[in-house]
Antibody
Framework: EVQLVESGGGLVQPGGSLRLSCAAP????????MNWVRQAPGRGLEWVAT????????YYVASVKGRFTISRDNGKNSLDLQMNSLGAEDTAVYFC?????????????WGQGTLVTVSS | EIVMTQSPATLSVSPGERTTLSCRAS??????LAWYQRKPGQAPRLLIY???TRATGVPARFSGSGSGTEFTLTISSLQSEDFAVYSC?????????FGGGTKVEIK
């Protein structure tokens, strides 16, 4: 199992911004679709965004489109999630997860998550 | 958008018992269905993909079945480490989606 490590979570005011990062050592990062998934308090998992290996194709859940941007740096084996215009509904633990080389897929490796709290 | 519905929300089961969890898709997803195990403070763990294929290292007591819109995850003999929340996920189409989860608790 691949060890993914998220960072960048914290407390942010409504309307603010935060950038999450995921370090992904020990596998051929550049060959895999990568994903962000979140879990709000007391709720189930929610897929947030996916990026293809080249970084050209990106997919988002409707509730974050236009506010969140997923990106990757294959040279640094890192995945980012830029989150703008944050609201209370974005409060959650955010996980980065590895997909496959083939597109929409299950996620075979996950990080431990980083907590984002949106509150004044 | 494909909506995934899991039932029941909670299952109370005794160790050693067999239990079956259900997951329903709002439209056909063929066999593009995965199951995950979640424990507090831990990363989710992939158990099953392709509806019925166990992920690497997953014990044989976990099995999955189904296609189209109806899926099940069966744990043949619950061990203490199996008490957790189980979530299904469809990856047939964008947006990807998860079910709300079934909590398997000790009876």
């Amino acid at each position: 199992e691949v060890q993914l490590v998220e960072s960048g979570g914290g407390l942010v005011q409504p309307g603010g911004s935060l950038r999450l990062s995921c370090a992904a050592p020990a596998f051929i990062f550049s060959s895999y679709y990568m994903n962000w998934v979140r879990q709000a308090p007391g709720r189930g998992l929610e897929w947030v965004a996916t990026i293809n290996p080249s970084g050209r194709d990106k997919y988002y859940v409707a509730s974050v489109k236009g506010r969140f941007t997923i990106s990757r740096d294959n040279g640094k084996n890192s995945l980012d999630l830029q989150m703008n215009s944050l609201g209370a509904e974005d409060t959650a633990v955010y996980f980065c997860a590895r997909g496959t080389e083939l597109g929409a897929s299950p996620f075979d490796s996950w990080g431990q998550g980083t907590l984002v709290t949106v509150s004044s | 958008e494909i909506v995934m519905t899991q039932s029941p929300a909670t299952l109370s089961v005794s160790p050693g018992e067999r239990t079956t969890l259900s997951c329903r898709a709002s439209q056909s997803i063929s066999k593009n269905l995965a199951w995950y195990q979640r424990k507090p403070g831990q990363a989710p763990r992939l158990l099953i993909y392709g509806s019925s294929t166990r992920a690497t290292g997953v014990p044989a007591r976990f099995s999955g079945s189904g296609s189209g819109t109806e899926f099940t995850l069966t744990i043949s003999s619950l061990q203490s480490e199996d008490f957790a929340v189980y979530s299904c996920q469809q990856y047939s189409d964008w947006p990807l989606s998860f079910g709300g989860g079934t909590k398997v608790e000790i009876k």
